[in-house]
């Protein structure tokens, strides 16, 4: 069974228009974090934002929201005021167990394009 | 800002031979990673590494892998005996063990073997 599940391959926003990139997991554990990473067509991954199962708000990270629903098992990423510079993969990340050695399963992604 | 930095950019090997990907963590972090991502698919999990040994390995790390902090900076992926699926882009990935234990990325190593 898949971990993380990104529905949208692609998404197409206008330019600073808001974008809601969706994002389902899948656990058992009770402790776990979320985190969305950014790959640009030059390859790289930035970290964007992180969620922990214990945090009772929504992370925010300037830009950035993500709108974490505990119940429903989502964590998707909101990006307001959408810039060129934002079309790029958006990658849905989760890390079970609250440890530095634990390694990242990530979705398949969505390619977000914003048109000017 | 500190950031990991991964040499080289692009490695081209012929199938059968050994590479050495090297890796620079940010110089505070305790934890260690190797992922890849194979062209359009999403990134994968090969090991993470802490106190001088392996912590966690995927069933994509077999004994054609192998990983070394050989000084107080770098981290090595070698591959020996590379095939041609081994092509992929290899990330290294290194964390300071914090609350989030968020992981920074390095630019990652486009492995093409032909």
């Known amino acids: 069974a898949q971990k993380i599940t990104q529905t949208q391959p692609g998404m197409f926003v206008q330019e600073k228009e808001a974008v809601t990139l969706d994002c389902t997991y899948d656990t058992s554990d009770q402790s776990y974090g979320l985190f969305w990473y950014k790959q640009p067509s030059s390859g790289e991954m930035i970290f964007l934002i992180y969620?922990?199962?214990?945090?009772?708000q929504n992370a925010t990270e300037g830009r950035y929201s993500l709108n974490f629903q505990k119940a429903r098992k989502s964590a998707n990423l909101v990006i307001s005021a959408s810039q060129l510079g934002d079309s790029a993969m958006y990658f849905c990340a989760m890390r079970e167990r609250s440890s530095g050695n634990t390694p990242l399963v990530f979705g398949k992604g969505t390619r977000l394009s914003v048109i000017a | 800002e500190p950031e990991v930095t991964q040499t080289p950019s692009h490695q081209v090997t012929q199938m059968g031979q050994e590479v050495i990907l090297r890796c620079v963590p940010i110089s505070n972090h305790l934890y260690f990673y190797w992922y890849r991502q194979i062209l359009g698919q999403k990134v994968e999990f090969l090991v993470s590494?802490?106190?001088?040994?392996?912590?966690?390995k995927s069933e994509i790390f077999d004994d054609q892998f192998s990983v070394e902090r050989p000084d107080g900076s770098n981290f090595t992926l070698k591959i020996r005996s590379t095939k041609l699926e081994d092509s992929a882009m290899y990330f290294c990935?290194?964390?300071?063990?914090?609350?989030?234990?968020?992981?920074?990325f390095g630019p990652g190593t486009r492995l093409t073997v032909t």
């Open positions: 590494f802490y106190n001088n040994e392996i912590s966690e």
């Open positions: 990935a290194s964390g300071s063990g914090g609350p989030a234990h968020e992981q920074y």
């Open positions: 969620q922990g199962s214990y945090d009772e």
